[in-house]
């Protein structure tokens, strides 16, 4: 698998090359964030540092999501929360502080492989958002609940949901095309938004405590601040238009609500 090493820093970048190799990972490495923009749609993974000579690794890393799911693990000696959860909020799958341990990026990113490879968008290849995918027979299917599927519909148009999809009131949620639409019109959301917002609409009204939505949504071994969820919540809330479609259940967690009067 192709691995791009977005790293100014000869030392850090050269060592990440080499731990790759040895992991039987094909690194190929940029020293820009222009250059990263140039090659991250011909990776499997994208390591990403923030600290960027040109341009900011955040800024990077939401041109990418603009175009594509690819993973994304942002690397960066910045200590402040805040910018833990802004490269969260902007795209990124993971973030990992420096100095780190070699052994644990790797099982980073195996892990985050692993669940790229369980969405239908990712294929044998670097896939970009809205192309078209390529599943392999062994590719696992992911059915809805019958009590949500849109049947009646036979196939999918363009900028519509198609079958299987998910609903809830007037929100839509398209699991294969990864595509959100609310009174028909889609609304434009991030990768992980896009987690979050399928796992509370495949059992609308039903609280889902924290721990649960953090461990389904980024992982069961998430280091990270959970903060980085109510952060998560409050940009779906922002992009749906009102509060009301994600209601939050003091000391347990969040459940999905339709509201009675859905925004336009």
Same mark, same amino acid.
Not at 96 to 111: C, D, G, N, T, W
Not at 120 to 147: D, E, F, K, M, Y
Not at 186 to 197: A, C, H, P, Y
């Given at each position: 698998?192709?691995?791009?090493?977005?790293?100014?820093?000869?030392? !850090?970048?050269?060592?990440?090359? +080499?731990? @790759?190799?040895?992991?039987?990972?094909?690194?190929?490495?940029?020293?820009?964030?222009?250059?990263?923009?140039?090659?991250?749609?011909?990776?499997?993974?994208?390591? /990403?540092?923030?600290?960027? #000579?040109?341009?900011?690794?955040?800024?990077?890393?939401?041109?990418?999501?603009?175009?594509?799911?690819?993973?994304?693990?942002?690397? *960066?000696?910045?200590?402040?929360? /805040? &910018?833990?959860?802004? $490269? /969260?909020?902007?795209? =990124?799958?993971?973030?990992?502080?420096?100095?780190?341990?070699?052994?644990?990026?790797?099982?980073?990113?195996?892990?985050? %492989?692993?669940? $790229?490879?369980?969405?239908? @968008?990712?294929?044998?290849?670097?896939?970009?958002?809205?192309?078209?995918?390529? !599943?392999?027979?062994?590719?696992?299917?992911?059915?809805? #609940? $019958?009590?949500?599927?849109?049947?009646?519909? #036979?196939?999918?148009?363009?900028?519509? #949901?198609?079958?299987?999809?998910?609903? $809830?009131?007037?929100?839509?949620? &398209?699991?294969?095309?990864?595509?959100?639409?609310?009174?028909?019109?889609?609304?434009?959301?991030?990768?992980?938004?896009?987690?979050?917002? /399928?796992? %509370?609409?495949?059992?609308?009204?039903?609280?889902?405590? +924290?721990? &649960?939505?953090?461990?389904?949504?980024?992982?069961?071994?998430?280091?990270? *601040?959970?903060?980085?969820?109510?952060?998560?919540?409050?940009?779906?809330?922002?992009?749906?238009?009102?509060? =009301?479609?994600?209601?939050?259940?003091?000391?347990?967690?969040?459940?999905?609500?339709?509201?009675?009067?859905?925004?336009?």
């Amino acid at each position: 698998m192709n691995v791009l090493i977005v790293e100014d820093d000869d030392g !850090i970048a050269e060592a990440l090359e +080499r731990v @790759l190799e040895r992991h039987g990972y094909q690194p190929h490495r940029v020293g820009t964030g222009t250059e990263a923009l140039e090659w991250f749609e011909q990776a499997h993974l994208v390591l /990403l540092d923030l600290g960027l #000579p040109d341009l900011d690794g955040q800024e990077v890393c939401r041109r990418i999501r603009e175009s594509s799911c690819v993973p994304v693990i942002t690397l *960066s000696g910045r200590t402040e929360e /805040l &910018d833990r959860v802004m $490269a /969260l909020h902007v795209g =990124a799958d993971d973030f990992v502080m420096k100095p780190f341990s070699h052994y644990e990026l790797v099982a980073r990113i195996q892990a985050l %492989l692993r669940r $790229a490879a369980r969405c239908v @968008l990712h294929g044998s290849g670097p896939v970009r958002a809205g192309a078209t995918p390529v !599943i392999s027979p062994a590719a696992p299917s992911n059915p809805a #609940p $019958a009590r949500t599927t849109t049947a009646t519909r #036979p196939t999918a148009e363009q900028g519509q #949901p198609g079958p299987g999809s998910l609903r $809830a009131g007037s929100l839509e949620v &398209d699991p294969r095309t990864r595509k959100v639409f609310l009174d028909g019109r889609e609304v434009r959301i991030t990768r992980k938004e896009f987690d979050l917002l /399928l796992v %509370l609409m495949e059992d609308p009204g039903s609280v889902l405590e +924290r721990q &649960d939505l953090m461990s389904r949504v980024w992982d069961e071994n998430w280091c990270g *601040s959970s903060r980085t969820l109510d952060v998560h919540v409050g940009s779906l809330r922002s992009k749906l238009g009102s509060p =009301a479609w994600i209601e939050t259940v003091r000391g347990v967690g969040y459940r999905l609500t339709a509201p009675a009067t859905a925004p336009a």
